[in-house]
């Protein structure tokens, strides 16, 4: 398999699936999978979490580890007040179902210092790099200062 052909562990690996494919009812149901690939120690993550069909029945029955926050709840942060309200509550509705939270599309340091005031531990976005090859992430890498407590 790839694993051992790259001599990786399937806790190395996250798999990341949206809202649209976890509630297409074409794929049938779901949780039984996901909980397989779960107990063989792979992280499972709904992507654009908020901007499907969410439902809140599905986020407790599916056995995920993760959700990755929709960019469109953090462009206009911190100023959009019912921006801030959605990602707060969902980051406190996280933490209460012991799931990690992914902020997607963060682009300014008072995007990045309102989520972490907020509670949210993982960001990503163009405010840390645009996507590039690992060749070139190597040769650029230089850690940006982040609040303390962001991976």
Known sequence: ????RYQLEPSQLGLELTESVLLDERAGDM???LQVLRELGYSIAIDDFGT???SLAYLKRLPVDK????RAFIRE???DQ???AIVTAVLAMAKGMELKVIAEG???QAQCQFLVKAGCTMVQGFYFAKPLPAS???EKWVPLPLAEGVS
């Open 1 to 4: 398999t790839c694993l051992e």
């Open 31 to 33: 949780g039984p999978r």
């Open 52 to 54: 499907g069909y969410s």
């Open 67 to 70: 959700i990755k926050l929709d």
């Open 77 to 79: 942060l911190p100023n």
């Open 82 to 84: 019912a921006d801030a």
């Open 106 to 108: 963060v682009e300014t």
């Open 136 to 138: 070139e992430l190597e």
